[in-house]
């Protein structure tokens, strides 16, 4: 939904998979990437990141988020025997 939602407003969305032959674009074709609450569910996160610099352009810009699971909201939380729900952006 958010990928039908964003492209009438994007110049080009695409949704791709990094591990398995990489994403569907050319060497340096990208000006940003937004790589938000990924990395840390990923098996070999070094092979995505290079694919993530791979399509990038020189100077490009990564924009990539991971979850805080240090923010005094989750430690509290964890104390609790609660499992913190990510939330923070």
Do not use: K
Request: proline share 7%; aromatic share 4%; with cysteine.
């Amino acid at each position: 939904d958010a990928l039908r939602r964003a492209r009438p407003r994007m110049g080009l969305v695409v949704r791709g998979e990094l591990e398995h032959g990489g994403l569907p674009l050319a060497d340096g074709c990208a000006d940003a990437v937004l790589f938000s609450e990924i990395l840390e569910h990923l098996v070999d996160p070094d092979q995505a990141l290079d694919e993530l610099r791979r399509v990038l352009r020189p100077g490009g810009h990564l924009m990539l988020s991971t979850p805080n699971l240090a923010a005094w909201y989750n430690r509290a939380l964890l104390l609790a025997g609660v499992q913190p729900v990510f939330s923070e952006v």
